[in-house]
């Protein structure tokens, strides 16, 4: 397979995109093993799963988490042969503490210069092992070495992502790695369709008036990784789960995405989207709970005012408070929606479009 990367980190050393392209490359490749063994089924020789509802959701449970072990292990495994430019060999973190732990454990060898990969898994491994959904899970790698610009690389059962500062990258086991253009895979977006999580779905029947096919996965890395990077769905909303789940946003913005942050500020630059990610990871920003990605500053706008609508008319009680004088058009068709009917959203002006 080509690898379009400089260094093989044998006779030369690796930089940080070698370094995240391997593990995104084991991390994919482990995903599909995992894939095919649930497909096969037990091996004749292999222990029965015990029968029973408790000792068969004990057995699902177990499975997620040597799982998720195996993932680790095997990006672990694969950068444990090669060489880096920082001259160190790199620790993965992953399989072993809460999100929280991992996260001060990076912070940690990022202050002492060391170089580190944190593989971290979003959504439902669990679901995605019972049902092979390839929107219930997906995974996050974010990979520090010193001097260089903070990298990461969202994996999901079909294919790896990558983005830095230089450029954008996508990995398939059938076409190896493909330099992509900065820009999403399909042309022309298709605006009926928006990617939110599923804890707004509650707003499903207003949320319809705007946009007729609303998209509610159980893991939006997953969903905006093949929706909205790969396919022609031009919005999505990401609620961050935690920092370290989070490749999404700098990959989004590496393949061509606008991303509204917490507070309203636009990143539409990679190294924009690398620093704001590094600072959130090193404590020197929040991170904040809700991003808008999208193609254009326009559908980032259209999706915040119809969310910020349709969230303020479902926190009323009664049907009688909703105002008779409420408009519904949509604001693509020249609706002026009034920020200020509806409090604080984040400073979202005309100075940040």
Not at 183 to 203: G, K, M
Not at 326 to 346: K, S, T, V
């Amino acid at each position: 397979m080509h690898f379009p990367f400089d260094g093989d980190g044998r006779s030369a050393p690796l930089g940080a995109d070698g370094v995240t392209a391997r593990a995104a490359h084991a991390a994919l490749l482990e995903l599909d093993a995992l894939r095919r063994e649930t497909a096969r089924g037990q091996e004749p020789a292999q222990d029965l799963p015990p029968s029973g509802v408790p000792g068969q959701t004990e057995y699902w449970v177990g499975k997620a988490v040597r799982a998720r072990r195996r993932l680790t292990d095997a990006v672990e495994k694969n950068l444990r042969a090669v060489s880096n430019v920082a001259g160190r060999p790199v620790t993965v973190l992953g399989a072993d503490g809460c999100l929280d732990e991992r996260m001060l454990a990076f912070r940690a060898r990022v202050a002492r210069g060391e170089p580190v990969v944190s593989v971290s898994d979003s959504g439902c491994l669990r679901r995605w092992l019972s049902t092979t959904d390839g929107t219930a899970a997906s995974l996050s790698i974010i990979t520090f070495v010193p001097g260089r610009p903070l990298h990461a690389a969202v994996v999901t059962a079909g294919a790896a992502l990558l983005s830095d500062c230089s450029g954008s990258w996508r990995l398939t086991l059938a076409d190896g790695w493909q330099a992509m253009t900065g820009e999403p895979l399909v042309a022309d977006p298709d605006p009926d369709h928006i990617v939110l999580p599923q804890a707004l779905e509650h707003l499903a029947p207003g949320l319809s008036r705007h946009y007729a096919e609303p998209i509610f996965p159980r893991d939006t890395s997953s969903a905006i990784a093949r929706a909205v990077l790969g396919g022609a769905v031009p919005v999505a909303v990401h609620f961050t789960e935690h920092v370290l789940n989070s490749a999404i946003l700098p990959v989004a913005v590496g393949h061509g995405m606008a991303v509204r942050v917490d507070g309203g500020r636009l990143i539409e630059k990679p190294w924009d989207a690398s620093r704001h990610l590094y600072k959130a990871l090193t404590g020197e920003i929040p991170f904040g709970e809700e991003h808008v990605i999208a193609r254009d500053l326009w559908a980032i706008k259209r999706a915040t005012r119809v969310l910020a609508r349709e969230r303020h008319l479902a926190e009323r009680t009664h049907p009688l408070d909703a105002p008779f004088d409420m408009a519904y058009e949509d604001d693509l068709f020249g609706f002026d929606f009034d920020f200020d009917a509806f409090g604080d959203l984040g400073d979202f002006g005309d100075e940040d479009i």
